[in-house]
């Protein structure tokens, strides 16, 4: 199975829905990027508070600050056997950084990129409906994806919250930045023979076994 993964998709396709289950399944770690934004957000890091404008406003946070939190954190023990990322990278210098990162790190390659596709209005009724737990970032959604009790966390009892960039008008733009600057990735990755196409208009599940079902195509499964 593929160890080096990066999960693509615009906001609102289920990268991070998908990406913690299979972290499970692989036995590897799933890092966001958004997820590490939002925790130095909370803490009022310095990271955090230079991040903070951007990932309000829905538009990313400059490479060379996102660069140099993710191969920090890539290089710490827990990813020696691979990693699944999740919202980066974003942008081509954040994709040549990445393939330097690894190979500085004698990772190998980026070995395998589902990418989960589905059409924009989709998107904005997933991303406008989605609650997530403060605790640990599990995610839900008040009609595709409910927790047993409204605004509870059915795995660790904390309370579900609106991330303040689900706004209707925060999405929009958090969609156009994705076909603007992370979108043409799709194409540096298909040049490279390792993008997966997962079609996300399905229930979790299916997108899960899809998923799963491309991966173990991939060299080295
Ligand atoms: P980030 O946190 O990465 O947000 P995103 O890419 O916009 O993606 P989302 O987390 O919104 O969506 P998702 O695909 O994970 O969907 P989810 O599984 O939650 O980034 C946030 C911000 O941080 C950025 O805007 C930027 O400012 C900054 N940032 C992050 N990375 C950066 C980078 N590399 N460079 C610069 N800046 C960066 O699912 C969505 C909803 O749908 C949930 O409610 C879920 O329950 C539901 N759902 C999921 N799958 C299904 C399904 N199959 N059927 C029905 N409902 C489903
Ligand atoms: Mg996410």
Redesign the pocket.
């Known amino acids: 199975m593929a160890k080096q993964i990066v999960m693509l ?11 913690k289950r299979l972290s499970e399944k692989l036995g590897i770690p799933h890092v ?4 590490i ?2 925790e130095n957000l909370r803490e009022q890091t310095e990271l955090g508070k230079r ?1 903070e404008v ?2 309000n ?7 060379d600050l ?1 660069i140099a939190m ?1 191969r920090e954190r890539i290089s710490r023990p827990d990813c020696d056997d691979g990693v699944l990322l ?6 081509a210098p ?1 994709a040549e950084a990445l393939d330097d990162m690894l190979e500085a790190l004698d990772k190998g390659q980026v070995d395998a990129v589902p990418c ?1 596709v589905l059409p924009d209005e989709v998107l904005i009724e ?2 406008t ?4 737990c403060r605790a640990q970032g599990h ?3 008040i009609t ?2 409910p927790p047993k009790e409204a605004g509870i966390c059915d795995f660790d009892g904390s309370e579900l919250y609106q ?1 303040q ?2 706004t209707v008008e925060t999405v929009t733009n ?1 969609i156009r ?2 076909l603007e600057q992370t979108q043409p990735l799709i194409d540096y990755y298909q040049q490279r023979g390792v993008l997966l196409e997962v079609d ?5 599940d ?2 899960f076994d899809e998923i799963i079902s491309v991966l173990v195509g991939v060299q080295g499964a």
């Open positions: 998709g615009p906001p609102g396709a289920g990268k991070g829905t998908q990406a966001s990027s958004g997820d934004f939002r991040a951007y990932v406003r829905g538009e990313l946070v400059p490479d996102t993710i999740d919202g980066f990278p974003r942008t954040q989960i997933r991303l409906g989605r609650r997530t995610i839900f959604h595709f994806n991330r960039d689900d958090r930045v994705y996300g208009d399905q229930s979790i299916m997108v």
